[in-house]
């Protein structure tokens, strides 16, 4: 088993405060998620993790089985089994999806040690299967003109080529059909299992009913403010979050009105 750790994690951006003191322990073969309002801190939450630079933690910890992970570059976490899914992928001119996902693949693996190439491809061809994928889909730039759902489900076929032992999901099921959802979900429930852990961030309850949470958090201004198992997310969805702000006697405000 593995454990991620986050203690007492601060994060500014810019100069201003995002994160105030995140904390969360996710192992292996749990899947997590995060809800909580628009911006409260999430994506920030999972750029801090994967280590943007424009994310300046300035105190508290990251830890990946007692190793600091704060300490390491992008490409090192990376290499270490850390996979991040972002809200709004980027799209790459000039590469092939599928020589991006040879090259991540490779990246990860020991100089010498590449992946056979038509290992690759039959791999690549079974995962593109399992999301219903059109094999067009390899070819293409690296989601250049993908639409927004098939830029979530190649975020999906990243996921599953790399084969993370942590992935951080934002907002995997935004802009998704209900076909697709059920797709995606396919995908990461195929990944469930000993060596993998999962931190998914989502506004809705109705990925949680494909993949079920063994862990629910919620996010607010910048702290998690509550934890619970999968029943919580069906409260927030029923009830919204002034209950908690009530519960909690915090503001109802988000962290960017505040500023
Ligand atoms: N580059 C930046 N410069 C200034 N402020 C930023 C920057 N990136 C994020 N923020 C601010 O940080 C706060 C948290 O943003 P974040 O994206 O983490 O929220 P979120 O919880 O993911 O929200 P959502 O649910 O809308 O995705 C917001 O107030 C946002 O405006
Ligand atoms: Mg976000």
Redesign the pocket.
Known sequence: MSTLVIKDLHVE??G?E?LKGVDLTINTNEIHAIM??????????AQAIMGHP?YKVTSGTITLDGEDVLEMEVDERAKAGIFLAM?YPSEVTGVTNADFLRSAVNAKRDEGDEIPLMKFIRELDTKMETLEMHEDMATRYLNEGFSGGEKKRNEILQLMMLKPQFAVLD?IDSGLDIDALKVVAKGINEMRGEGFGCLI?T?YQRLLDYIKPDHVHV?IQGKVVQSGGAELAHKLEAQGYDWLHEELGIEAE???QEA
């Not at 909580?36 to 939450?45: D, I, Q």
């Open positions: 951006i810019e201003k995002i909580g309002p628009n911006g409260t801190g999430k994506s920030t939450l424009r809200q907002e961030i506004h996010m988000t962290v960017e």
